[in-house]
């Protein structure tokens, strides 16, 4: 499958435009003025000559759509005049705010491209052992004037024509969005335009970055965040482990928190911290529960993975760790500092969004932003992060180097195998991993047949990581490299060293019960907390 993940494009330039014209406005416009937003598409598409479709007014009509939904809003009636502006106020209503769906498809701006199937192209020579025609179950080849020719109506789309020719002559041909799509959630409306099935969406947010069209957005928080600064309410950031490099540099975490600060936020928090506390709970359910009550245990961090395997394996859903994520273990801690404040989570990942919907979730993150949206936000005011001379502190310093790898494949499960060998090293837990929806399923459909009996599954859905989330910056090699270097300036090994973690004891709260540590881990974030000491040599406390 072709993925265009990490590749700079025109899309990607008008994508980040849209969210820096927005973030700026935000900033300076009057309250209830919203004139503006209809001024946008014109900055951002000039003039009177199309540069990528075949007018410059669809192409203003996509910007103008895209802007809506930047802006929360949903997408425009095509069927009598409206203005961009046209129910702003309702933007500002966090109980309105993500009315369904979250990923929408602007229908004029979709190519229409052809579904699923198999063509004969012109590179084929009408060879005489027509394998594909001896190959195919159906007898749906035959050959016109000497060239191989598939009956659409009797293809089974096997594929086994395309993988016998030795020309290479047979091509598949299939909708990039529905091909990315790891639910199998995208079909054809009575236009054949790419339409969604909501009820099977998990917003992993993969057919954002591979519509070669621009054709499907997600909705954005960017404004209510600005507002709620601007308002001059408490609002603090949790940045996902994903963070570093994506707006260049190598981690500056400091400078990081430096440049938050000047986009009015109160402070910045890394929610590697909540990692270290996630995989210190999913390690204790491990212990407990694996294999004597559960015949195996999913990691419970990426929602897009976790939703779909409840969904598709409903008999199994107990299997899925029942663990708080990161983001909302972080949000909880913040929070117990911070009653008052706005708590905005910020990541690489779309899904993160529809978690947040929760109610169990909405008490405790207030906004989702995406890093290619705050990058708007920089943008808006001129920051450049890594020039800052004079970065801050905060007041959850450190997490572990396990913590900091959750943003990559195969990091989570390694930060819970850590943690349960610290207390138990005579423990083997058995591991595997899958990377994609496709992957994950198939995954679940092994340890279901009792493949992976007695294993930790490790299920993500962006390939690569979080790294590779639709709302990225930065290459994924590139990213994953980082990562791994960043994790080497971590002042802790595992999770069991968090020096936070008995703050939260009471914090971690499921189905009405409150979890404790075992007395393992509850000695060694003693430990942690009394004697720790940063990658400085000073002592943590």
């Known amino acids: 499958m072709a993925d265009m993940r990490g590749i700079y494009t025109n899309l990607t330039a008008i994508r980040r435009r849209v969210f820096a014209e927005v973030a700026r406005l935000a900033y300076t416009v009057e309250p209830g003025n919203y004139g503006w937003i209809d001024e946008i598409p014109y900055e951002i598409i000039p003039g009177d000559v199309a540069t990528y479709r075949e007018s410059v007014f669809l192409e203003r009509a996509i910007v103008s759509e895209r802007v809506r939904l930047a802006m929360g809003l949903p997408l425009s009636p095509v069927d009598r005049p409206s203005r961009i502006s046209d129910g702003i106020a309702e933007a500002l209503k966090p109980e309105t705010y993500y009315e369904p769906p979250l990923v929408n498809i602007i229908k004029f701006a979709c190519n229409a491209c052809a ?155 890394e929610v590697a911290i ?78 993160k969004k529809l978690e947040a919907m929760r109610t169990s979730v909405r008490s405790e993150v207030d906004f989702v932003l995406t890093f290619e949206e705050v990058a708007g936000m920089f943008e808006a005011k001129g920051i450049e992060y890594t020039q800052i001379t004079e970065p801050m502190g905060d007041d959850f310093e450190d997490a572990s180097s396990d913590a900091r790898g959750f943003a990559v494949a195969g990091g989570v499960a390694s930060a819970v195998v850590n943690a349960v060998k610290r207390t138990h090293p005579e423990r083997e837990v058995p591991v595997v991993g899958a990377e994609g929806l496709d992957a994950c399923r198939n995954m679940m459909k092994q340890a279901v047949k009792g493949a992976y009996h007695g294993y930790l599954l490790e299920g993500m859905a962006c390939p690569g990581g979080c790294v590779a989330g639709p709302g990225t910056l930065l290459g994924i090699r590139k990213a994953q490299g980082m990562i791994k270097a960043y994790q080497r300036r971590s002042p802790f090994k595992d999770a069991t060293e968090n020096p936070y973690r008995a703050e939260i004891d009471h914090l971690i709260k499921e189905n009405g019960k409150y979890t404790e540590l075992s007395p393992e881990f509850a000695e060694l974030a003693d430990v942690a907390h009394d004697g720790a000491e940063s990658a400085d040599g000073s002592a943590i406390v």
């Open 115 to 269: 579904e699923h199937s198999y063509k004969v192209s012109n590179q084929c020579q009408g060879c005489l052992a027509h394998p594909c025609r001896e190959i195919c179950p159906t007898g749906a080849i035959t050959f016109v004037e000497h060239k191989a020719h598939i009956d659409q109506e009797k293809c089974i789309k096997c594929g086994r024509c395309k993988d016998v020719c030795p020309y290479t002559a047979i091509i598949h041909r299939e909708r990039p969005c529905a091909e990315a799509c790891g639910m199998h959630c995208i079909g054809s409306d009575d236009q054949g335009r790419a339409d969604i099935d909501y009820d099977r969406c998990v917003s992993c947010g993969q057919c954002l970055v591979n519509c070669p069209f621009g054709a499907i957005s997600d909705k954005s928080q960017l404004f209510q965040v600005i507002a709620a600064i601007r308002s001059g309410a408490e609002v603090i950031a949790c940045v996902a482990p994903a963070f570093v490099g994506q707006y260049g540099g190598r981690g500056e975490v400091g400078k990081l928190r430096a440049a938050f600060k000047m986009l009015g936020f109160s402070g910045m928090t």
């Open 274 to 351: 909540g990692a270290d506390l996630c995989a210190l709970q999913e390690s204790e359910d491990f212990l407990e529960e694996v294999p004597d009550e559960l015949p195996f245990m999913g990691t419970s961090c990426c929602p897009a993975w976790s939703s779909m395997a409840k969904m598709d394996f409903p008999e199994y859903a107990n299997c899925i760790s029942m663990a708080l994520t990161p983001m909302t273990l972080t949000a909880r801690l913040v929070r117990e500092r911070h009653p008052e404040a706005k708590i905005v989570f910020v990541g690489p990942c779309s899904a």
